[in-house]
Protein backbone atom coordinates (compact mmCIF):
# COMPACT_ATOMS: atom_id res chain seq x y z
CA UNK A 1 0.00 0.00 0.00
CA UNK A 2 1.15 3.35 -1.22
CA UNK A 3 1.53 6.00 1.74
CA UNK A 4 3.09 9.75 2.65
CA UNK A 5 3.65 9.91 6.15
CA UNK A 6 4.20 13.50 7.41
CA UNK A 7 5.98 14.62 10.58
CA UNK A 8 7.94 17.15 12.59
CA UNK A 9 5.02 20.12 12.93
CA UNK A 10 4.14 21.60 16.29
CA UNK A 11 4.53 24.71 17.82
CA UNK A 12 6.84 27.35 17.07
CA UNK A 13 7.56 30.98 18.45
CA UNK A 14 7.09 33.56 15.06
CA UNK A 15 11.20 33.91 13.66
CA UNK A 16 11.42 30.38 14.76
CA UNK A 17 12.26 26.77 12.51
CA UNK A 18 10.83 24.02 11.94
CA UNK A 19 12.05 20.90 9.65
CA UNK A 20 8.87 18.77 7.77
CA UNK A 21 9.57 15.28 7.06
CA UNK A 22 8.06 13.07 4.34
CA UNK A 23 8.66 9.61 4.23
CA UNK A 24 6.89 7.14 1.94
CA UNK A 25 6.04 3.61 2.44
CA UNK A 26 4.73 0.89 0.03
CA UNK A 27 7.10 2.36 -3.04
CA UNK A 28 10.27 4.04 -3.51
CA UNK A 29 10.39 7.74 -4.12
CA UNK A 30 13.30 7.78 -6.91
CA UNK A 31 11.00 8.44 -9.44
CA UNK A 32 8.61 10.80 -8.10
CA UNK A 33 8.60 14.33 -7.63
CA UNK A 34 7.42 15.78 -4.68
CA UNK A 35 5.55 18.73 -3.56
CA UNK A 36 4.66 20.49 -0.11
CA UNK A 37 1.63 21.87 0.15
CA UNK A 38 -0.41 23.94 2.87
CA UNK A 39 -3.47 24.51 3.42
CA UNK A 40 -4.64 27.45 6.24
CA UNK A 41 -8.63 27.37 7.85
CA UNK A 42 -10.76 28.81 5.26
CA UNK A 43 -8.40 28.95 2.74
CA UNK A 44 -7.43 27.12 -0.19
CA UNK A 45 -4.41 24.78 -0.15
CA UNK A 46 -1.35 26.04 -1.76
CA UNK A 47 1.96 24.84 -3.03
CA UNK A 48 4.72 25.81 -1.16
CA UNK A 49 7.57 23.74 -2.67
CA UNK A 50 8.04 20.91 -5.14
CA UNK A 51 11.44 18.81 -6.01
CA UNK A 52 12.10 17.07 -9.08
CA UNK A 53 12.36 13.42 -8.87
CA UNK A 54 16.22 13.72 -8.71
CA UNK A 55 16.39 16.97 -6.53
CA UNK A 56 17.76 18.62 -9.04
CA UNK A 57 15.21 21.07 -9.44
CA UNK A 58 12.92 22.52 -6.74
CA UNK A 59 10.71 25.47 -7.08
CA UNK A 60 9.49 27.49 -4.32
CA UNK A 61 6.48 29.46 -3.46
CA UNK A 62 7.12 33.83 -3.79
CA UNK A 63 5.71 33.74 -0.06
CA UNK A 64 8.41 31.48 1.33
CA UNK A 65 11.20 32.26 -0.84
CA UNK A 66 14.27 32.51 0.64
CA UNK A 67 13.50 31.20 4.13
CA UNK A 68 12.36 27.67 3.18
CA UNK A 69 14.42 24.53 1.49
CA UNK A 70 13.23 21.77 0.20
CA UNK A 71 15.61 18.68 -0.09
CA UNK A 72 15.41 14.85 -0.30
CA UNK A 73 17.08 11.75 0.32
CA UNK A 74 16.49 8.88 -1.58
CA UNK A 75 18.27 6.58 0.02
CA UNK A 76 15.92 6.64 3.13
CA UNK A 77 12.79 7.44 0.62
CA UNK A 78 12.34 10.70 2.73
CA UNK A 79 11.76 14.32 1.66
CA UNK A 80 12.58 17.27 4.05
CA UNK A 81 11.14 20.75 4.34
CA UNK A 82 13.37 22.98 6.60
CA UNK A 83 11.37 26.63 7.09
CA UNK A 84 13.00 28.97 8.90
CA UNK A 85 12.34 32.41 9.88
CA UNK A 86 8.75 31.20 10.57
CA UNK A 87 5.96 33.77 10.21
CA UNK A 88 2.05 33.51 11.70
CA UNK A 89 0.87 33.44 8.57
CA UNK A 90 2.95 30.01 7.92
CA UNK A 91 0.11 28.63 10.18
CA UNK A 92 -1.45 25.82 8.35
CA UNK A 93 -1.40 22.38 7.99
CA UNK A 94 1.12 20.90 5.49
CA UNK A 95 0.82 17.87 2.98
CA UNK A 96 3.10 16.06 0.90
CA UNK A 97 2.11 14.92 -2.29
CA UNK A 98 4.02 12.70 -5.19
CA UNK A 99 3.59 12.14 -8.41
CA UNK A 100 5.11 9.41 -10.76
CA UNK A 101 7.08 12.56 -13.11
CA UNK A 102 10.29 13.65 -13.23
CA UNK A 103 9.34 17.73 -13.23
CA UNK A 104 8.20 19.01 -10.32
CA UNK A 105 4.91 21.40 -9.97
CA UNK A 106 3.32 23.59 -7.75
CA UNK A 107 -0.01 22.73 -8.61
CA UNK A 108 -2.02 20.31 -6.56
CA UNK A 109 -3.85 19.09 -9.22
CA UNK A 110 -0.55 17.29 -10.67
CA UNK A 111 -0.55 15.18 -7.41
CA UNK A 112 -2.22 11.68 -6.91
CA UNK A 113 -0.74 10.67 -3.78
CA UNK A 114 -0.69 12.42 -0.40
CA UNK A 115 -0.24 12.20 3.12
CA UNK A 116 -2.93 13.25 6.06
CA UNK A 117 -0.88 16.34 7.09
CA UNK A 118 1.20 17.89 10.35
CA UNK A 119 0.23 20.88 11.81
CA UNK A 120 2.48 23.84 12.37
CA UNK A 121 1.32 26.69 14.32
CA UNK A 122 3.21 29.79 14.78
CA UNK A 123 2.59 31.77 17.22
CA UNK A 124 3.79 33.94 20.73
Known amino acids: QLQLVESGGGLVQPGGSLRLSCAASGFTLDYYAIGWFRQAPGKEREGVSCISSSGGRTNYADSVKGRFTISRDNAKNTVYLQMNSLKPEDTAVYYC?????????????????WGQGTQVTVSS
Open 97 to 113: AAVRMAVPSLRARDYNY
